[in-house]
């Protein structure tokens, strides 16, 4: 029988989620080159226990061979599910099977456990906001925070120990570490899965980070990534995240068919690291969603830059401009450029993204076939005017 690493990351707090070392895309999107993991967490009180939520489908024999291993059985009290979303809350059946376990969850929760998973309103107990369970010198305390990710998601905070289990939130495809300081890069892939999942929902994470702001947090426990055991920094890194603060940088997304678009962001590149801008360069044709997701959360402003296909932007651009539509990044100001041959449209098309997204537009460049010394002049000016308006807003 294996021996199942399953630390214990406190007294009788025990991880015994698993690492998806396969994984290489989430949600059918955004890569994730290193896979994840599917954290889920064993809270072993004088009297009761209880699991934080479970693994996805396909490593609940991991998950019960780690609660053997721990209990010597399935006595297990509760479950709690934070997130009814398949890759924490798949293999809840199967330990319902296994145990007498009562589903802890918000009341939103309770019609998706039904929903996704069958789980009959017997099995089910109902927590609400501020509501607490006592496993025996442990309490769970329930804290709403909803859409964070789908609407009935909770954090369960540990009292005792000062533990937040937060599934989402604070999560990273991240798998080269259990604590944040044995992991690599903690920082940008917890930007990048923030800027996937969380940044269209940054009211609602505004909302959550209030909730938990006077509450002492020892660890954060999040269901993808490492444990922060310096959560300071992260909930520095969430704090300016949730409120949009950006900084003087740009990103800029570019498709070209022939080198010529190119060579028109080369020189708007240039003119803004002259100006002393940051920027994040993306060639749609190699670059994925969630990279351009990562770059946005702190971006101050984007330069969609594509050629004229059948009267419209490149269908990447196209793509790109709906996914970040989608993901609401906090630009504030935009430029488009464009190369094109006979047909026009697609800065009508680019300049209907900026004014759903409200990016105050700082100028256009529209060049008919090969640009001349002049478009490249011109490109120099608008790269000075972006860096201008940018530099306007502080670093
Ligand atoms: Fe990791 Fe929203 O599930």
Request: overall charge negative; proline content about 5%; some cysteine.
């Amino acid at each position: 029988m294996n021996r199942y690493a399953a630390p214990e990351i406190a007294e009788n707090v025990f991880a015994v989620g698993s690492i998806d070392w396969k994984r290489r895309v989430f949600d059918a999107l955004a890569p994730t080159p290193l896979g994840t993991t599917y954290n889920c967490y064993l809270v072993k009180g004088g009297l009761k226990t209880a699991l934080i939520d479970t693994v996805h489908l396909g490593y609940e024999a991991e998950l019960s061979g780690k609660i053997d291993q721990i209990l010597g059985s399935h006595a297990i009290d509760y479950v709690v599910m934070n997130h009814a979303e398949p890759d924490h809350a798949g293999s809840i059946p199967h330990i319902l099977g296994q145990s007498p376990a009562v589903l802890l969850c918000s009341a939103k929760g309770a019609e998706l456990a039904k929903a996704y998973y069958g789980i009959p309103a017997e099995r089910i107990r109902v927590v609400k906001d501020g509501d607490v369970i006592d496993l025996g010198g442990r309490t769970l305390k329930f804290i709403g925070a909803p859409f964070l990710h789908w609407p009935e998601t909770i954090f369960t905070y540990l009292i005792e120990d000062r533990i937040l289990f937060s599934c989402d939130f604070f999560g990273a495809h991240n798998t080269t570490g259990l604590f944040d300081d044995e992991a690599e890069d903690v920082v940008s892939w917890a930007k990048k899965y923030y800027g996937e999942i969380m940044m269209p929902l940054a009211k609602m994470a505004r909302m959550g980070m209030a909730k938990i702001k006077d509450l002492p947090v020892n660890l954060i426990a999040p269901s993808h990534g490492p444990i922060y055991r310096h959560p300071e920094t992260i909930l520095a890194e969430y704090a300016k995240w949730t409120n949009g603060e950006t900084r003087a940088k740009v990103m800029v997304i570019y498709v070209s068919m022939y080198g010529t678009v190119e060579r028109m962001v080369g020189t708007l590149v240039e003119g803004l690291l002259a100006n002393g801008i940051e920027v994040r360069v993306l060639n749609l044709a190699s670059s994925d969603i969630g990279e351009i997701a990562g770059q946005a959360v702190d971006a101050r402003a984007v330069v969609l830059a594509s050629p004229t296909v059948l009267n419209a932007l490149h269908p990447l651009a196209q793509f790109a401009a709906m996914a970040i539509k989608t993901s609401k990044p906090p630009f504030k100001y935009g430029v488009i450029m464009n190369s094109y041959g006979w047909g026009k449209g697609a800065v009508k098309q680019g300049l209907e993204f900026f004014e759903e997204m409200g990016i105050e537009l700082v100028d256009t460049v529209e060049v008919k076939g090969t640009p001349a010394a002049d478009d490249f002049s011109r490109i120099g000016d608008v790269a000075g005017q972006l860096a201008a308006k940018i530099l306007a807003d502080g670093r």
